[in-house]
Each structure stands twice: as C-alpha cells, then as structure tokens.
Nanobody
Framework: QVQLVESGGGLVQAGGSLRLSCAASGWTFSNYAMGWFRQAPGKERDFVATITGSGGRTYYADSVKGRFTISRDNAKNTVFLQMNNLKPEDTAVYYC?????????????????WGQGTQVTVSS
C-alpha cells in the first residue's frame, strides 16, 4: 500500500523555523522525485521545492529560495523541508508528493502520490 505521511507542522512566530518530514512506504522510494507544495485557504496548490530521486538536484520556488531547503534520506524513505526565516505568507497546508517523472516537477499534475498535508501557521 502506497503511503506518504507528513509531520512537523505547527504554529511559529515570524522569523522562526520548522522542519517538515514526509515518510514514504509501499514502493521504491529512490525511484521517485519528491516535491513539497502548499495550499492556502481559497488558493491553488503551489509549488515549493522538489528533489530528484538520487537527491542530486533540487529546485525551489522564488518565494522560498534561500530560506527553505529540501533534502531526502533514501535509506529512511523520508524527504524533509527545512524552513527558516518563516513569514506570515508561508502559512498554508503543506503537502509532499511523489513523481516518477523527471521533468515538469513544479506542476502538481505530474505527481502520482500525495500525503494528507500538515498545517503550518506563521504569526506576525
């Protein structure tokens, strides 16, 4: 059974940090690129960051570049999102996704599996 489970969300003040985790099970984790997306109330699911299956390449949305870092541990079937210098506009439900594609990974439609999401709230 394919499963992605996010954790690590919460309430933090502006300027603070959080580390999100996404644990995968039920498939060969290293075959998949992983991505983090976020969705604020009333808005679409937006791309945040992605990492290739080997972990050798990463790509970020301009809005988080320099503040967020995506990484993965293939031995533990887990992908992480370290979020520093958080801003109120980072408030959203954060989702991790898995994709067999090696292109267009900034688009949610190319992801095959999704987690249930974890809420991140940044207070000003």
């Amino acid at each position: 059974q394919v499963q992605l489970v996010e954790s690590g969300g919460g309430l933090v003040q502006a300027g603070g940090s959080l580390r999100l985790s996404c644990a995968a099970s039920g498939w060969t984790f290293s075959n998949y690129a992983m991505g983090w997306f976020r969705q604020a109330p009333g808005k679409e699911r937006d791309f945040v960051a992605t990492i290739t299956g080997s972990g050798g390449r990463t790509y970020y949305a301009d809005s988080v570049k320099g503040r967020f870092t995506i990484s993965r541990d293939n031995a533990k079937n887990t992908v992480f999102l370290q979020m520093n210098n958080l801003k109120p506009e980072d408030t959203a439900v954060y989702y991790c996704g898995a994709s067999l594609k090696t292109y267009a990974l900034t688009f949610a439609t190319v992801y095959d599996y999704w987690g249930q999401g974890t809420q991140v709230t940044v207070s000003s």
